[in-house]
């Protein structure tokens, strides 16, 4: 089973700041990545596929990056309605598909 | 767009069987390209996969469950569902049905139902 690893578990940000999450995986996964946002009591909604092409309706402003291993969501000017939880996804090898652990985006 | 609606019962005694039907609406069930899914979120907790589920009848199971899971589809109804067996206070979870690409390395999750909140409990 591939373990993905998130980090931190909470990153606190100032609207209108950089945000930068971070997804490790423990063999590669290729690009085989994906990003989804979380809002209290919501469904995860899909944001990036394919470590770095955005879903349809995705800001711009949520860019994704990296292959193998090493994986990073970056939202370039925090908005309001960005403060969520934020989870990646190896599709690389499966069963099991697996999640990392969340990361909490919250209000500094 | 599809759409996907998670229903059944809220409360589940331990040792019985937890039962969930997901209805899709704005597209088929019985479609060459995708298979439908089932994913679970304990409360404050993160997601586990539970199972993929083919038109055909195919499935492939999360390992950790295997033992005691069961999908199903009904192409009548355009619908799925899932059977949990011999439930615990660990299986207490917000349950929700998803659909996923059939091809290889295209397998991320998209759209996602509601979500349905299942308590174990006496």
């Known amino acids: 089973e591939i373990v993905m690893t998130q980090s931190p578990a909470t990153l606190s940000v100032s609207p209108g700041e950089r945000a930068t999450l971070s997804c490790r995986a423990s063999?590669?996964?290729?690009?085989?990545l994906a990003w989804y946002q979380q809002k209290p009591g919501q469904a995860p909604r899909l944001l990036v596929y394919g470590a770095s092409t955005r879903a349809t309706g995705i800001p711009a402003r949520f860019s994704g990056s990296g292959s193998g291993t090493e994986f990073t969501l970056t939202i370039s000017s925090l908005q309001s309605e960005d403060f969520a939880i934020y989870y990646c996804?190896?599709?690389?090898?499966?069963?099991?598909?697996?999640f990392g652990g969340g990361t909490k985006v919250e209000i500094k | 767009q599809v759409q996907l609606q998670e229903s059944g019962p809220g409360l589940v005694k331990p040792s019985q069987t937890l039962s969930l039907t997901c209805t899709v609406s704005g597209g088929s069930i019985s479609s060459a390209d995708y298979y439908w899914t089932w994913i679970r979120q304990p409360p404050g907790k993160g997601l586990e996969w539970i199972g993929n589920i083919y038109y055909s009848g195919s499935t492939y199971y999360n390992p950790s469950l295997k033992s005691r899971v069961i999908m199903s589809v009904d192409m009548s109804k355009n619908e799925f569902s899932l059977r949990l067996t011999s439930v615990t206070a660990a299986d207490t979870a917000v349950y929700y049905c998803s659909r996923v690409s059939m091809i290889q390395r295209y397998n991320w999750f998209d759209p996602w139902g509601q979500g349905t909140l299942v308590t174990v409990s006496s």
């Open positions: 063999q590669s996964v290729d690009s085989n």
């Open positions: 996804q190896q599709y690389d090898d499966w069963p099991p598909l697996t």
